[in-house]
């Protein structure tokens, strides 16, 4: 490589770093435009695996905050019937409209769709038997705001799962700061599924 594709390799990768610093610190949510990178293949964030820790069941009302296309939220809603509810909360109405038109179109009829902000959730003390977020809390510009409101909507006996990825992702939150700032919620660990590069970690609302 000459000096110049030196060069250029070090200007796209210095783009690159700025890039991701800045997203760190001004963290928001993945615009709608691209969306298309919410479908790239997670294999340690499977929905499979999301199940197998979240474990919902028949006739329980969950909260997925920043659903995204949906890509988690027409399997939870199916295991959840009959008789449960899954309330998809997101900042984008876009995201949110995009979730409901696939809903219609297979059939799932109990998944409920709010716009606002995760620091301030427009719902009662302790509706929700548990709650679900995947790569989305450190999308939120106030981390500890948005965990104090879970652990509020989401009643004593209740869980959390949250789903985090390092790949691609300038929002990541490590388990250790996951960990450090659930419990200062409220919450308290449970256990973890996958490694560092990928995992679901879940937490009880004691």
């Known amino acids: ?23 760190r610190t001004n963290p928001s949510a993945c615009p709608y435009s ?12 499977s929905v499979q695996r999301l199940i197998e820790v979240l474990e ?40 949110l409209d995009d979730v409901m ?22 719902y009662d003390d302790g509706g929700f038997d548990g709650a679900l977020l995947v790569t989305v809390l450190g999308e939120i510009p106030d981390q500890d705001a948005a965990l104090r409101e879970l652990r509020r909507v989401v009643r004593s006996g209740g869980r ?8 691609f992702d300038p929002h990541f939150v490590s388990a250790s700061t996951l960990t450090r700032r659930a419990e200062a919620a409220g919450f308290r660990f449970e256990r973890r599924l996958g490694p560092a590069l990928g995992f679901y970690a879940r937490f009880s609302a004691p």
């Open 1 to 23: 490589m000459g000096r110049r594709g030196a060069a250029i390799v070090g200007t796209v990768a210095g783009g690159v770093a700025a890039a991701l610093v800045r997203e």
């Open 34 to 45: 691209q969306r298309w990178m919410l479908g790239v293949p997670r294999p340690w964030l």
């Open 56 to 95: 919902p069941r028949a006739g329980e009302r969950l909260l997925e905050v920043g659903p995204g296309t949906g890509i988690q939220t027409l399997p939870v809603a199916r295991a959840l019937a009959p008789g449960g509810t899954l309330d998809v909360f997101d900042v984008q109405q876009e995201m």
């Open 101 to 122: 038109r696939s809903a219609d179109r297979e059939g799932v009829a109990n998944v409920r769709a709010t716009l606002g902000d995760g620091r301030q959730l427009p």
């Open 160 to 167: 959390v799962v949250f789903g985090e990825i390092p790949l």
